[in-house]
């Protein structure tokens, strides 16, 4: 029986005018167009969805993390302050204000768009075992090391600075296992499938799109809108969407997509299965993207990121703004009522 696409849908599919079953290259191409479409609806709704909140974050949150930051500079100079009195703290209190002080400045440190100076980096180098210079070329290391340990495993030999040879690059595959060599045999021959399919498609509906093939006005307007889609998917190797302006083409001759043979529908699901791929890993990075990888500290996972609880937040970084200015009030009052302050201070977070 002949087929005929789903004309009520956007979605590219290939169905039945009966019960008659598709074959099993129909199906899977159906699923994998279903399926890119859905990632691809994900994909961009996840992107507005994160844009929202980054959004909110600014408007909202980071004007008042900014007070919020502010005031907690002024609490740990004033705190500071009370590290060389000589009566009136324990060493057991002097030691827990002291890792108050730093936790203070680790707090306000992170949210500078600079690296710190001044009094309160003079404050944090004094009180700290270890510098914040220090402290950052250990981070700086760590990060070092993990790179090397990740291009080593990568590449066992791309630390040495020369040139391999034809013979050096013989004897590496050689040290592969056959299942490493067969895995980039396959990648290869995939890429080179997709490359041919998307030019070899392009060039055929170059042919069909052609506008001097016509003579009516409408017809060639038609066709140029078509041939401006079609060199835009060819650049971004987009072959669903050369597979859709075929489809539309079909459609608009009134022929039917039985055209696509089962041969050409394997090819087309290799490709349409590496798109899926690499609309999941998009989709997956996306949470980590610089733009919106701090929302991360709102959330318990990335997908959490998504449901943040903006009001709560929000009422946390107030409730602690008001905090805030409380100690600040009881630590500028006279050295008796702040010490009583600050004990209460340091009983509260230990």
Avoid: C
Avoid at 293 to 308: H, M, T, W, Y
């Amino acid at each position: 029986m002949e087929q005929e696409p789903h004309k009520r849908s956007k979605e590219l599919i290939i169905g039945k005018s009966d019960k008659a079953g598709l074959s099993k290259e129909q199906q899977t191409f159906n699923k994998l167009t279903q399926q890119i479409a859905q990632l691809r609806e994900e994909l961009k709704e996840t992107t507005v969805l994160l844009d929202k909140q980054v959004q909110y974050y600014i408007k909202h949150m980071y004007p008042l993390m900014q007070q919020v930051t502010g005031l907690r500079a002024k609490v740990a100079v004033l705190m500071n302050g009370f590290m060389t009195i000589s009566k009136g703290l324990s060493d057991h209190e002097k030691e827990a204000l002291r890792l108050l002080i730093i936790h203070q400045l680790h707090d306000i440190f992170r949210y500078q768009q600079e690296d710190p100076e001044g009094e309160l980096l003079e404050i944090f180098n004094a009180l700290s075992e270890i510098t914040y210079q220090e402290l950052t070329e250990q981070y700086l290391s760590k990060l070092r090391k993990a790179a090397a340990v990740h291009n080593e495993e990568d590449d066992p030999e791309s630390s040495l600075p020369m040139k391999r040879t034809e013979l050096e690059s013989t004897a590496t595959n050689q040290r592969k296992t056959k299942k490493q060599l067969q895995k980039e045999e396959r990648e290869r021959l995939l890429e080179e499938v997709r490359k041919k399919n998307v030019h070899h498609l392009y060039r055929q509906l170059a042919k069909v799109f052609h506008p001097d093939l016509e003579q009516d006005p409408e017809r060639i307007r038609q066709k140029e809108e078509l041939m401006k889609q079609l060199t835009i998917a060819r650049e971004q190797g987009d072959l669903l969407t050369m597979l859709q302006l075929e489809i539309t083409w079909i459609q608009e001759e009134d022929r039917h997509p039985d055209q696509l043979t089962n041969a050409k529908l394997d090819l087309y699901n290799i490709t349409l299965k590496e798109q899926v791929k690499d609309l999941k890993e998009q989709i997956k990075a996306l949470y980590h993207h610089p733009r919106y990888e701090f929302l991360l500290g709102f959330a318990k996972s990335a997908q959490g990121v998504r449901f943040i609880d903006w009001k709560s937040e929000k009422n946390n970084l107030e409730n602690l703004q008001h905090g805030l200015q409380e100690i600040i009030a009881g630590l500028s009052q006279d050295t008796k009522k702040a010490l009583k302050v600050l004990k209460n201070v340091l009983k509260w977070n230990t």
